[in-house]
């Protein structure tokens, strides 16, 4: 008998992060840089971090596109 993971949240986990302000603002500048909101550059960083260790799991879902969310076709 297999256990079945646990299926992903649908919504996103909110984190309290505590950070010197000098690296809050080099981030910040980097993001806008990047055209990425702070968190989305932060979120970005973390992913790259874990891929390059080896330890991103292999079901993560892909990280959401930059800009606005494409229009859905309406009905008929």
């Known amino acids: 008998m297999t256990e ?3 299926r992903r949240p649908q ?3 909110q984190v ?3 950070l010197d302000p000098l690296v809050h603002d080099a981030l910040a500048r980097w993001a806008g ?3 990425r909101s702070t968190n989305a550059q932060i979120e970005f960083l973390l992913r790259k971090a874990l891929a390059e260790a080896g330890r991103l799991p292999g079901d993560v879902g892909a990280i959401r596109r930059r800009g606005r969310p494409p229009k859905t076709p309406e009905g008929p």
């Open 16 to 18: 309290l992060l505590r």
């Open 11 to 13: 919504q996103r986990k």
């Open 33 to 35: 840089e990047d055209l």
């Open 4 to 6: 079945d993971r646990p």
